[in-house]
């Protein structure tokens, strides 16, 4: 149960980090913009803006892709039926923490209560 406790412990820590670091992300990102070619360091920390594309592509290439996707599919169907994959499987184990009682969770660890819940 050490483990189960300790993992718990950073889990909750790590997940409110994530969620000051979004409320965060908008505010950083005006910042930054107003440095020279988008770089700045602060605390060992780099930061540098960063461009995110989208292919978008023509509706007949679409059709295409999308026609390449089922024959895809419909290869590692028959694959399967026919016994030719291999499945490996390990054990492991995901965490999480219910949206129900997520703010009350979250606000035990001090930073996230300082960052968003009011106090009075």
Avoid: C, W
Avoid at 63 to 84: P, W
Avoid at 92 to 110: E, G, M, Q, W, Y
């Amino acid at each position: 149960m050490k483990a189960l406790k300790l993992y718990a412990k950073y889990y909750i820590k790590m997940k409110a980090m994530d969620e000051i670091l979004k409320d965060l992300h908008p505010l950083v990102l005006r910042e930054l913009k107003k440095f020279p070619e988008g770089k700045a360091d602060y605390e060992g920390v780099e930061f540098h803006l960063t461009k995110k594309t989208e292919k978008k592509y023509d509706d007949s290439i679409e059709e295409q892709l999308k026609e390449l996707r089922e024959k895809i599919n419909e290869i590692k169907l028959t694959a399967e039926e026919n016994g030719k994959v291999i499945i490996i499987e390990k054990e492991t184990f995901d965490a999480s923490i219910p949206r129900s009682s997520k703010n009350n969770i979250l606000s035990k660890v001090k930073e996230y209560k300082k960052h968003f819940v009011m106090e009075d």
